[in-house]
C-alpha cells in the first residue's frame, strides 16, 4: 500500500486495482455501514417486489409475511456477499463491477413461491416467471448482438447464431425457453467462452474488423486513464468491461 501511495504522490500511474488496494482497508472499518445503506438500498425493490406479488397471487396476510422475511435474508445475505468481494485480498475491479451487474434480489424465488402456492395460482405463476425470464434474456441478447452487428455487420444466421451465444451467457437464461430466431429455431450455442464461440462463427474479414474495434476501444481507453494518470491492468479486456 506504501507503494501504491507513493506513486500517487509522486505522479506515476497506477491501475484502478492499485486503487481498490488502497481503499480496501477503509472499506473493511466501514463495512457495517456499507451493508446497512445496499439493504435500504434493495429493500426499496423488495417492498415494490412483495406489493406486486400479493396482488397477483392473492397472497394471505401470512404469505405476505413470510415473503417479506425471505426477501429481508436474502438482502442481508446479498449485502454480506458484496461486503466480502469488495473488501477481500484478490478482488479486483473487473470482479465488482461484474457484481454489480449481476444484483438479482428475486434469485431463490421461484422454489420459495412453489411452497407457498399451490393450483392455478402456481401454474400461472410458473407461466408469468418463465415469461419474465424470456423478456429479460431477450433485452440481454438482442442488445448485444446489435452492438457485435453495428461492427462486423452479421448476416441472418450469423444474427440468430450470436444472439444464442449471448441468450446462453444471460444471467436469467433457463434452458426450459424456446428462443426463435429470423431464420428458426436458436439451439445450444458453441462450446467454449463467449468470446471464443462468436469469433468462431465470423467470417475472417469480420474477425479483423472485430479484433480493430477491441484494440481501437483498448487504446481509447488507455488514453483516458493517462489523461487522469492511471493506466489500465495488464489483462483488461473491453468486451468484459463493456459487458459486451
Known sequence: LAEIRDKLHDGEAVTPDDVLRLTQPWMRDLAPLLERMRIREQNRVIESKTGELARKYNL????????????????????????????????????????????????????????????????????????????????????????????????????????????????????????????????????????????????PEQRTAYQEEMNHRREQAQKDMEAIGMSLPENWDPMEMEDF
Open 60 to 203: 394471505t396476510q401470512e404469505q405476505q409475511k413470510a415473503l417479506s422475511r425471505w426477501f429481508e435474508a436474502k438482502s442481508e445475505e446479498s449485502a454480506k456477499e458484496w461486503t466480502s468481494l469488495v473488501t477481500q485480498e484478490g478482488t479486483s475491479m473487473l470482479d465488482i463491477m461484474k457484481a454489480a451487474r449481476d444484483v438479482r434480489p428475486d434469485d431463490g424465488l421461484d422454489q420459495f413461491m412453489e411452497r407457498q402456492l399451490t393450483g392455478e395460482k402456481l401454474t400461472r405463476f410458473k407461466t408469468e416467471r418463465m415469461a419474465e425470464k424470456a423478456e429479460r434474456v431477450q433485452q440481454y441478447a438482442d442488445a448485444r448482438t446489435q452492438r457485435l452487428d453495428s461492427i462486423v455487420k452479421l448476416d441472418d444466421a450469423q444474427r440468430d447464431q450470436v444472439f444464442g451465444i449471448m441468450a446462453h451467457n444471460s444471467r436469467d437464461y433457463d434452458p426450459a425457453l424456446q428462443l426463435e430466431g429470423g431464420v428458426g429455431t436458436i439451439g445450444a450455442a458453441p462450446a467454449g467462452n463467449r468470446q471464443q464461440a462468436i469469433l468462431s462463427i465470423l467470417r
